[in-house]
């Protein structure tokens, strides 16, 4: 890590000052995994234990929603409206911000994963989200969400309500200052367990949580990778996202457009499976690695996707192979193993 230039420090003080409400317990934990990393036989593999933010089962939409809501709440608002697929843990997360913040939520969340059964609809997540008092609507995989939003603020806005629309995944500039500021608290722990950090890997869908630790490592001066596996998208749509909430989170600093452009963008696109939301067998390999291994929980749909990249990254003729010390950052998500009975059936 070196000393933040000045336009840095200065961006990091208007990190420091913008509007946030506290959802999450963090610092959260970080731990060795010291039998996966000897099975990889490379790096020191450190998990950072971002599904412990313990907002209804934590996950890391709680740091992004941190600045989303201390945004909405900043502006008035009285209702939060988003979206997501069938068993979104961001649709949850948001339910349960509402739910803390005593906003109305509403949610709309499309039938986006093929090949489900009807209890799909019914349990894991979409359950935890009605439990928690949104009000959901289901809409076809191929409707347009965004449209569908923008109609239901519309209507709320008629009838007297303040609605805030979050978009996908959380995944603007502002959610992902979440992970600009969850960067430094990693770095911070880092530092103090003398291991100096060369990589982060993660799941990687809407990109804010990958934007937001690229523009974190950038106004810290640090000179690693944020290797990002995607879990569905292409590289052509992750990457489009992961810019857009990168060139949005430096505006809102102040920052030009283009400050973080010099960060790498990597994405891996080897383990997203058939489609988001379906595992295929090297998923299902990582969650039963992390489990047995590491009494370590991951899920189907993100984060065993992100730790069957990480695996072999680190391995002998991996990406991350020669390097002293990478981070999996697990992002939550087993809210959702009760619509994938498989996990347990398949090992
Ligand atoms: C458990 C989990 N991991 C990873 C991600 C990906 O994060 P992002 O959408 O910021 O790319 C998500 C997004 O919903 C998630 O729920």
């Not at 894991?124 to 076809?140: D, K, M």
């Not at 102040?254 to 595992?279: C, N, Q, R």
Request: hydrophobic share 45%; aromatic share 4%.
């Amino acid at each position: 890590m070196s000393i933040p230039s000045s336009p840095a420090f200065a961006a990091l003080h208007s990190l420091s000052n913008l509007p946030r409400s506290p959802l999450g317990m963090t610092p959260t934990p970080l731990s060795l995994l010291a039998r996966v990393t000897a099975l990889c036989g490379g790096p020191q593999i450190w998990i950072k234990r971002d599904d412990c933010t313990g907002l209804a089962t934590g996950g890391n939409k709680t740091r992004k929603l941190e600045f989303l809501l201390g945004q909405a709440r900043a502006m008035g608002c009285d209702t939060l409206i988003s979206q997501g697929a069938l068993q979104s843990n961001h649709a949850r997360q948001v339910a349960a911000a509402g739910a803390v913040a005593g906003m109305k939520v509403h949610l709309v969340l499309s039938d986006a994963v093929p090949d489900r059964s009807a209890n799909y609809a019914k349990v894991g997540n979409i359950q935890l989200c009605r439990l928690l008092g949104a009000q959901v609507q289901c809409i076809v995989g191929d409707a347009n969400a965004d449209e569908v939003c923008a109609a239901l603020a519309q209507q709320l806005r008629r009838d007297g309500s303040r609605p805030y629309v979050i978009p996908m995944g959380g995944s603007n500039g502002m959610g992902a200052l979440g992970y600009a500021a969850a960067f430094a608290e990693l770095a911070q722990q880092m530092q103090q367990l003398n291991a100096p950090l060369d990589a982060v890997v993660l799941a990687s869908g809407s990109g804010g949580t990958q934007a937001g630790l690229m523009l974190g490592g950038w106004l810290q001066g640090w000179q690693g990778r944020i290797h990002g596996v995607s879990v569905g998208p292409t590289k052509e749509v992750l990457s489009a996202r992961v810019n857009y909430a990168l060139v949005d989170a430096c505006e809102l600093l102040g920052l030009p457009a283009d400050a973080a452009a010099s960060v790498e963008l990597i994405t891996e696109m080897g383990f997203k499976g058939p489609h988001y939301g379906v595992p295929d067998a090297a998923t299902f390999k990582a969650l039963e690695l992390a489990a047995r291994e590491e009494g370590i929980l991951l899920d189907p749909v993100y984060s065993a996707k992100g730790f069957a990249g990480l695996l072999q990254a680190c391995a002998t003729g991996g990406a991350l192979h020669g390097l002293s010390n990478v981070v999996f950052l697990h992002t939550g998500g087993v809210a959702a193993m009760s619509a994938y009975p498989e996990a347990g059936e398949v090992l």
